[in-house]
Structures are given as C-alpha cells and as structure tokens.
C-alpha cells in the first residue's frame, strides 16, 4: 500500500449530489452543438458514396446547384486546402487521417464525396439526393473472418510475454483452446454529431459534439492550416459520446471549409444512417485463447492471440490485450495482436476500447476452464488473484478483485447456486430456467496533465473554469464540489465554466481519466484562491484581521477566521473582498501527468470489478433476458455517489446490448452497413433493463492524488458480456463465443424444463 | 424529402375524389409513410391528409360486434375499454408494437397498410428490390434474411408483413370497409393482402384512391384469447414470429378456434391447417404440437431464418396453451 498522503474531505464529498446541470437538460435550456443558430446561418449536407470501394469518375452537380436555396456544392475539385496531421509531434488525434474530399478515391460506403450547402436543411437535403455520382467500382472485402496472415505492413505484435506459454500449454494438464468474436458495433448517443462553424476571418469558432474541446482544437488548426489560436471550439453539452466523439471525425472539416468559402455561419449534421458510416465503430474482434492450469485450479499458461479490423488508411489497434498481462497469476504468458483491413470506416475507440472485448475472450475462457476443472467460477478467480503486476513486477497502487467478487457473490446469493446445467428453475414459473454468470472486470487507471482557475469572487459566489468538457457523466457536478469542499461556498453558489477551448487547457474526456485529471488542478486553484482570500483579509484596512498573519488565519463555511477559533466567527469572504475593493481572490492550479510522478511509477494502476448476471431462459418460446444483475466495482473513492452510480448503470445496460443484441451489419454483396437505424440496430430498451445492483468498493488510492479517485466511466461495462454469455451456458449449455448471443443458437440447447 | 402538394379535406367524399390522381396518397399518422418519403422510398407528389375526416369513433355494433374508424389510433383503440373486455388478443396485439409514441400517432387504417421493414425495401441505395423496383431483382433472398418470411414467399419477394394488429384482426376475421371513386365495398381482411407472386409491389386489393373508412370485427363471444410475440428484446422490435388465438373451449376440449400469425408471412398468416387439426379435440400439448405443425407444414426457410420454422410452431404451442388454460 503506498504511503502517500491521503486528505479527508467534507461531506459534500461522495454524496448523492444530483447533477447541477440536470435541470437546464430536462428543461430543454441545455445548449448542444446543433442548437446554435445565427444569423446568416447556412446548411451543409453530406453526399455518401453508395460503393465501398472504388474511383469516381464524375460528379454531376448541375441539377443540385439549379435548385433552390443551393449555395455551393463542394468536392475534391473545390474543397479547398484541408491538411493532414504532420506525423510525430503533434499533440492531438485525429480519427480518420485522410481529410475530407482529399482525393477520387472510395475506400468505405458511405465516405463523404460531396456536399451540398443551401439555405435551409431541407433545400440542402434534396438538392444533396440529385447529385449523381459515377463511380468505377473495384472488389471490397468486409468479410467477419479475420483470419487474414500477417504481413510487413500489418505484422504480428508480441504485447507481452513471461515463461514459455506455448510449452506449458502443450504439457498442462487441463486447457481450453477456444477463439472468440466480438462483431463491430457503433456508437448510438442519441445526440449525432454536429458542427457549427462560424468564420470570422482569421478565426474560426466551432460549436462541437467534442469529448475534447483542446484536442479539437489542435487537430483543426492543422487540418485547417491556421494557428491554433485562430481556432475556438465550443462544447457545452455534450449529448453522450462513448468514445465516439474522442477525436474530430470529417464533417467538421467540411463545415469549416464551406465557413470560409461563403462567409457564412455553416451547420452540418450527420443522421443516423452517417452514424454507422463515417462517424467510427468498435471494430470486429477475433481472439484465440490458449488457456491451461493445473488439476487444482491453478492458472499454468494463457495466451491471447488477436486481431481486429481496421479501415484503409488508418491502423486502429483495439487493444484486446489491455488486462491480460495482470488480472491473474500465471507464471507463462504470451500476448500477441495483428491487424487486418476491411473496406470499412475508421474503427475509433468506445467505452472500454479494448479491455472490452478482449476481457470477453480472457474471462469466457477463464469460465470454460472452470468448467474444465470442476470448480467454482468464483473460486477460480480467487485463487488465481495477485496483488503485484505480473507483467512487470510492480505492486497495484490498489486492487481489491478479491473483494469484489466476495462482495458480489454474498450480494446476488452465489452460494445458492447449482452448478449443474439447466437446473435452476424460476420460483412460481415452471416454463422459465434460470442462469447465473459471473466475470471479473478491470479497466486502467492514470490521469493526463491538466490547468485549472477558480476565482473567489465579493459576490459571494465562485467560478472555476478549464477547458474540459462534460460528457454526459456528471463533470460539471463535480468541478462545483470539489470548490465547495474545500471552501464551504455552497454549490448553488459555484459556477462552473467548462466546455470551451479558450480556457486553461484540460482534459479528453476518455479512457475514464477526467475526473482523476481535473481533481488536483481544481484542488490547487482553489487553495491558491483561498490564500489570495486570506492574504487580503490580512492586508485590508478594515478588515478584522487586519495586520494578522495570513498563516494563523483558515477558510471555512465560506468564511475567513481565526484559525485556533470555529469558523462560526470568521467573516463571510466577499465581505472582506469588498473592503479591499477587490473583485475576486483568483488562483490557478495545475495537474500534472501521472507518468512523470516516480512515486506513482512505482504502482502498477487499475480499476477493478466483478459482474454477476442472472439470465432467464424459456426454452418453450426461446426467450432470453438478464434479469438480475451486482456489479461491484473498486474503483477508489466515489466524488459522487449518484453520478458513479449512473455510470455503472449505464455501462451495465451498454453490456446487456453488447452481449444480447447489437451487431453492425455490413452486407457482403455491397459492404454497406445495413442495419443503420434505431429499429434495425438494437440497443436494449428499459424493458429490457433488469434489476441492477451496484456496490462501490471504497479504497481511496494515494497513487491518484490526494482525493484518491479513479476513474469509473468505462469499467462497468467490462465483464457483462462474458458474465452473460457464462450464465447463458448455465441456463441453457450452449456456450457462446461469438457475440450477440442469437437465440438461434439457443434453439439448439438440448436443456428440459 | 421531395417537394409534395399537400391537401387537407373535410370529408371522405373529398379525400376519395382528391386521392384519385396519379401520385397521390393518403396520410394518416405518417409513421410508416413520412419514414419512407424521408428515405426516398415513398415519393407522392400529393398528400390527403386523413386526420379530420369523422372516422375516429369506435362503435358497438347490434350484433355486438366493433366498428373501428380508420383513424382511431393505435393506443386508444388498445385501451377501449370494450377491445379490453371483447377482444383481448387485439389489444395485446397492438400493446406488443411499436412504442407509445407511436401508437399515439399510428391508426387503424395506416397500419392495416403500413409497410414491410426489409432493410433492402427501405434503403434505396441498398440494390435491388422488386418491391420497391419492380423486375430488379430481390437482395434479400441471399443476403441479409434472418427477419424475412417463410410463409407466401415467392422468388421474387421474400418481405415479412410487420403487422401486430393486422394478425389480431385476421384471427378476428375483421371486414375492412373501403370507400372509392367507383363506391364502396367491403372485403374480409383475409382477402385484402396479396401474396407477392411475381408482383411484390401490389400489396392488397386497393384501387387507386380506394380510402379504407373503417374496420368491422365480428363478435368473438365465449371466446379465450392471446396474442404472442417472439422477439430478440423485450420492447419496440417487430415479431420474429408472433400468434393470435381466438378459441371456444368447452369441457377441456377445442370448439373452435382461429390461428394467426406474424412475422413469419408475406402476409397477415391464417392457419387454417392448425385450425382443422384442433377442431373438436381435447386441449392438450400434443395436439398444439400437431397443430404447430400443420401451421409451418409449407414453410420455406432462407439461409438465414431456418430457426423462424421451430420458433413459429413454439410460438402457436405456447399462445395455445395460455389461451385455452
Ligand atoms: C420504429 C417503428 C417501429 C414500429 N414497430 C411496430 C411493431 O412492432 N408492430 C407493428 O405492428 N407496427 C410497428 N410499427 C408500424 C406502425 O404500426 C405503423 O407505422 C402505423 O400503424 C402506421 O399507421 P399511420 O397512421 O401512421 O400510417 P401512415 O404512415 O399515415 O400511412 C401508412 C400507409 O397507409 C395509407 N393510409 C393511411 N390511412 C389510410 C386510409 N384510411 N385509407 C387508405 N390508405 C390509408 C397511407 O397512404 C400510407 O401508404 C412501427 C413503426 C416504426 C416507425
Ligand atoms: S424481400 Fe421483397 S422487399 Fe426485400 S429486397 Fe426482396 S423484393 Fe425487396
């Protein structure tokens, strides 16, 4: 356990706070990226290629730009210049590296080739539907198998290796030797993404649907060859992004471009169809699992061998691999990737990019070989627990995997299972079979480098800015109570301001790392604040504390006192601010990264989890749902009780459409992605949320700062499908290890009522 | 969307006469057809709008049968309270579909005509489709089927009928009551649909400004009833497969009875067959299993939809069995 000094904080800390923006959200107040108009504004709209690969040879526009309302319509002819990210160096992200329109060239349906601007959406849409474009067609290949060999462009990577994990596996004595898939799946927040850009020569503004305003920033000062300063963007509510609004996808480009060119506000949307199209998805997985151990359950070898699809032109790893090396003990290990292409678009990260699918393939083998052995699922994993990094020797900073699934098992009742498949019949519902799953979670923990300010203003209030953004998880919520912790000014009375580039430069909101990140910066600030506050009650001419050293004097309930005496006595701070005639006590305070702590790089760092899942199965109409879930999560210490809680409810349901229904189709015939629609690509609905039961291991951890949070937006989601799929087994003895589970393959289940 | 006229009459009289020109079509909710127009599928160069013609009440009828308006929409004809007590298995039906949102929009007319959700039909960037391309050729065949149909196929057309109501009504032996620039007519709701045959793209027997005014359902007296539908999740996803029964049971044995089901034909699927087989027999599982047998006897499946045959028959088993318990 690491000796760093943990701080003890108020109780406005983990309460059940509910989230401050709340009500300009459910009052329609909250201003997303497509709600800003302006005056003078146009409209984009996007032409998508209708081939997945191939040359166009022309485009016709001359009925397009006859109709009415129809201002320009740009291809690769007249784009203008959009500019790739120079390779090394830079410090943003892209998502797609080819610029919009670069060339003739189709590599994914539903590429952007062209765009209509006009007056209004509709005049837009239409003139967008007649243009025709003539496209010299070449062979594509969307296929699911990925069995694909390695190359010298695309080679096998070792990720990590201990021992010799292809010998012991050969003479173990018990093993499993299994692939698993995992299909693509698209990002589906209900806000699509959007830009509004407005040219102001030489500067753009950008009204984004951002999970990194800075990000955005820096990438569209590149593609748009302008100085960054020339370059303000603009997230204040973001409508959920899963990853999927990480880094600047196209369209932003486009409407930044048709900005310039007609000196007019420029708003460009993609629907939903684009969603599936150009805008990223999780990328297919296959991964083939090598697991043995011996007769008494001790883990002997594992290996994870994987691949996933990326598109031309961008290599996008999904890092399966991310807790293979360290959730167990086991002495040999080898951990190998490669990647294959796919007419497809460019895969981007989503919630729990890689840990995800990859802890799909590891814990449904690690529940096969429990199997194998006999022995408990829960059991297993205990004994095969280890509190130090096997992968590199190193100490976790905080892990209580044991906990969890000790906790979850007494929780959901664990101990009343029978293991015997099929053989566990619904109370007061003879036709129904129940199965109970279970899987380890884990997701990583680290924060980036951060700024932040807080002004304590005579007002009585507090503002605290940084240019980071919320996405939906409850950041605004806690900037405010972090500042009302350590200064006792009430949360009403802190105003956060987040979600604009030109603040002092914060975080991504991505691999969970925010609120790790922005918590030291603001804590700084505000104490730096709070020492202005007191200089000046020191220093003022009528100020009680006049000619006091600011050392004997504290800050509490919002009020400056004695430091020996309660805060009760003390002077409210603006009062004392007014008598100095001084508008605000003003402090900034930083963050930096935690890799450039040599404390912290003594740890290795991670969040940890257990899911357990109990699915209902009736075989007589082949009916599957999850009807009950526990998810313990050891995630360090909750800011929010009812933010993190959301988070992992959210996950949860995320999981239960990741194991049972979402699958984006790319037809074989013309690779297009076909079930591009809500009702077509299925996502569960809140008939289909069961019961969840959430319980937050609490292990404040030093490692991450004096708050000890990590981060809990994406570790929810780790381990449900592979607890779904395990209680599948138990209900119905059908193992599935290619996702979604379709009752199809149920319907060969041999099980008996 | 394209740029449409859109007329608003007063009367049916009006709408019959406005309706009867090339391109035009009626609207109703506009769930099925504003969906289509946004998607290029559906491109009327005229729109008469339904909404306020008198034909949203529901009526008792002296034969204590229903009279159902064309407009009286999905939500409020599922909650009335006669449809609650007298015919369960419609209510049911209609509950099962779409979401409340919908159902609030959705009529009576518009979904006896609502369209199939074949992603090939609704993509027209999506190749061919001789439903919505007449003589192009059907994608669905050998692509993407695991929703198609495997009831009334033919080689032309392999589209699912997405309606829940409609297979209610067809167990209830519905009469949809039809007003035309030629008059009015009445057909029973099982002569309505067409198979597709060679022409997917004509669905039912309406005529070029044919306007349906109301529905006429039969009373369904001493009757059990229930409505089934089989899914992949738990709300707002059309039938995999689904199952309408209307049975008199007497004595532990089956009076009568009529089957329907959904999501498994090119059409609203009476099975007759399964009905035959039950008639005068007692009510018990190995008669439902003959029964779902005989349903599904000439079935068709694709290669992606061989599991709708089992979970068809699994479907009309256990609707069976609730219904006559
Ligand atoms: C996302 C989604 C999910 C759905 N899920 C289900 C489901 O699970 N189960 C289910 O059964 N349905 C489902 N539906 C379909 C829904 O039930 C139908 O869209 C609805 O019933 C159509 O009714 P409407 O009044 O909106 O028709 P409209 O869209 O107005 O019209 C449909 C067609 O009927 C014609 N029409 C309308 N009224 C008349 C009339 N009186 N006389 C002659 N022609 C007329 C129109 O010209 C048009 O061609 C779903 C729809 C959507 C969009
Ligand atoms: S099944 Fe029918 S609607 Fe679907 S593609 Fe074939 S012809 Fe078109």
Same mark, same amino acid.
């Given at each position: 356990m690491p000796d760093a000094a943990l701080y003890t904080p108020t109780a406005i800390i983990g309460s059940e706070l509910p989230r401050i923006d709340g009500p300009l959200k459910t009052s329609g107040t909250a201003m997303y990226a497509a709600d800003y108009h302006f005056p003078h504004l146009v409209h984009g709209v996007p032409v998508t290629s209708t081939v997945a690969a191939g040359k166009i040879r022309s485009i016709d526009t001359s009925a397009a730009e006859k109709m009415p309302g129809v201002l320009l319509v740009i291809t690769h002819d007249n784009v203008g210049p959009l500019f790739r990210m120079a390779p090394g160096g830079h410090d943003g992200r892209t998502s797609e590296s080819r610029p919009p329109?670069? &060339? &003739?060239? #189709?590599? =994914?349906?539903?590429? =952007? #080739?062209a765009m209509v601007v006009a007056e209004t959406i509709e005049q837009a849409q239409i003139a967008a539907h007649a243009i025709k474009v003539d496209y010299d067609p070449s062979s594509f290949n969307v296929s699911k198998v990925l069995d694909d060999s390695p190359t010298e462009e695309l080679p096998l990577h070792t990720e990590s290796k201990r021992g010799d994990a292809i010998s012991a596996f050969a003479s173990a004595p018990v093993k499993i030797d299994q692939t698993y898939v995992t299909p693509a799946e698209t990002h589906n927040p209900m806000e699509m993404h959007a830009t509004v850009a407005v040219w102001n020569n030489p500067k753009f503004t950008l009204y984004e649907t951002t999970q990194g305003v800075m990000n955005h920033q820096h990438v569209m000062a590149e593609t748009l060859g302008v100085p960054r300063e020339n370059i303000q963007v603009i997230t204040r509510f973001l409508g959920s992004g899963f990853g999927g609004k990480l880094f600047p996808w196209p369209h932003s480009a486009l409407a930044a471009a048709a900005a310039r060119q007609l000196n007019r506000p420029v708003k460009v949307s993609t629907n939903r169809q684009m969603m599936f199209q150009n805008v990223g998805h999780r990328p297919r997985t296959q991964q083939h699992m090598q697991f043995s151990a011996t007769p008494d359950g001790k883990l002997v070898s594992l290996r994870h061998d994987y691949r996933n699809h990326t598109n031309l032109g961008d290599d996008i790893h999904e890092n399966c691999g991310e807790a293979t090396p360290f959730i167990y003990s086991v002495p040999n290990l080898l951990l190998t990737s490669a990647l294959v292409r796919r007419n497809v678009g460019t895969p981007t990260p989503m919630r729990g990019p890689g840990a995800v699918p990859g802890l799909f393939a590891v814990e449904s083998a690690m529940d096969e070989l429990a199997i194998a052995l006999k022995m408990d699922p829960v059991e297993f994993r205990l004994k095969n627990d280890t509190l130090t990094d096997e992968s590199n020797g190193k100490p976790f900073s905080s892990r209580h995997l044991k906990e969890c699934l000790q906790l979850g098992s007494e929780k959901f009742g664990w101990s009343k299972r029978n293991p015997k498949v099929g053989s566990m019949c619904k109370p007061g519902d003879p036709d129904v079979i129940l199965g109970w799953g279970v899987a380890a979670a884990s997701w990583g923990a680290g924060h980036g480098p951060c700024q932040a300010s807080v002004a304590l203003l005579n007002d009585g209030t507090a503002r605290v800015s940084c240019g980071t953004q919320d996405v939906g998880t409850g950041t605004y919520t806690i900037f405010a109570q972090i500042v009302s912790d350590r200064t006792g000014i009430p949360i009403d009375k802190v105003r956060v301001v987040i979600g604009d580039s030109a603040l002092p430069p914060g975080p991504t909101s991505g691999g969970s790392t925010c609120t790790a990140t922005v918590l030291p910066a603001i804590a700084e600030a505000t104490d730096n604040a709070i020492k202005v506050a007191l200089a000046t009650a020191a220093t003022a001419k009528d100020s009680p504390f006049h000619g006091k050293k600011p050392d004997g004097l504290a800050f509490h309930e919002a009020r400056v006192h004695l430091e020996d005496r309660p805060a009760s006595t003390g002077t409210p701070y603006q009062q004392l601010l007014k008598m100095a005639n001084i508008d605000a006590a003003n402090g900034e305070g930083s963050t930096s990264a935690l890799n450039s702590n040599p404390e912290a790089r003594k740890y290795s760092t991670h969040s940890f989890g257990a899911q357990f899942i109990e699915v209902e199965w009736d075989p007589g109409i082949a009916r599957l749902r999850v009807s009950r879930v526990v998810s313990v999560i050891d995630g360090g210490r909750m800011i929010n009780k009812k933010t993190a809680e959301n988070q992992i409810l959210g996950a949860v349901v995320m999981g239960i459409g990741m194991g049972m229904l979402e699958e984006t189709i790319y037809t074989p015939k013309t690779g297009q992605p076909l079930n591009s629609n809500y009702a077509d690509y299925m996502v569960p609905t809140h008939a289909d949320s069961p019961s969840i039961e959430v319980h937050f291991i609490e292990y404040p951890d030093p490692i991450l700062g004096e708050y000890g949070a990590r981060g809990i937006g994406e570790i929810g989601l780790a381990g449900v499908a592979p607890a779904i799929t395990a209680a599948v087994y138990h209900a119905t003895g059908v193992r599935v290890r290619e996702l979604p589970v379709r009752i199809e393959r149920l319907m060969q289940s041999t099980v008996q009522v | 969307m394209n740029q449409f006229n859109y007329l608003h009459p007063a009367s049916t009289d009006q709408a019959v006469s406005s309706a009867s020109s090339d391109g035009s079509k009626f609207i109703a909710g506009g769930t099925t057809l504003v969906d289509l127009m946004k998607l290029y599928v559906e491109n009327p160069s005229t729109l008469v709008d339904v909404n306020d013609l008198p034909l949203a009440q529901v009526e008792s009828l002296p034969n204590g049968g229903l009279r159902v308006g064309a407009m009286v929409r999905n939500s409020d004809l599922a909650f009335h309270p006669t449809v609650k007590e007298k015919y369960a298995v419609l209510s049911e039906a209609l509950l099962s579909g779409a979401s409340p949102q919908l159902r609030n929009m959705a009529t009576t007319g518009g979904n006896l005509l609502q369209r199939t959700r074949c992603p090939y039909f609704r993509d027209v960037t999506a190749g061919p489709c001789n439903k919505r391309n007449p003589g192009t050729g059907c994608s669905a065949i050998d692509g993407f089927n695991r929703t198609m149909a495997i009831l009334g196929t033919s080689d032309h057309c392999i589209a699912t009928h997405p309606s829940d109501m409609d297979v209610a009504m067809t167990a209830l032996e519905a009469l949809i009551f039809i007003e035309g620039p030629k008059g009015k007519r009445s057909v029973p709701i099982n002569d309505f649909y067409k198979l597709p045959g060679d022409t997917p793209h004509i669905e039912n027997v309406l005529e070029p400004g044919e306007l349906i005014t109301h529905v006429e359902i039969p009373p369904a007296i001493s009757t059990k009833q229930h409505y089934l539908k089989l899914r992949d999740r738990a709300s707002y996803e059309f039938a995999l497969a689904s199952a309408a029964v209307v049975a008199r049971v007497e004595g532990g044995h089956i009076h009568s009875v009529r089957i329907a089901m959904g999501g498994v034909g090119t059409r609203p699927w009476r099975a007759h067959e399964a009905e035959a087989v039950l008639t005068g027999k007692p009510a018990t599982p190995a008669h439902f299993q003959a029964a779902a047998e005989a349903a599904l006897r000439g079935a068709k499946p694709h290669t992606e939809n061989a599991f709708k045959v089992e979970l068809a028959k699994r479907c009309v088993i256990r609707a069976l069995k609730v219904a006559t318990a």
């Open positions: 329109l670069e &060339d &003739d060239i #189709v590599r =994914y349906w539903g590429q =952007y #080739v | -």
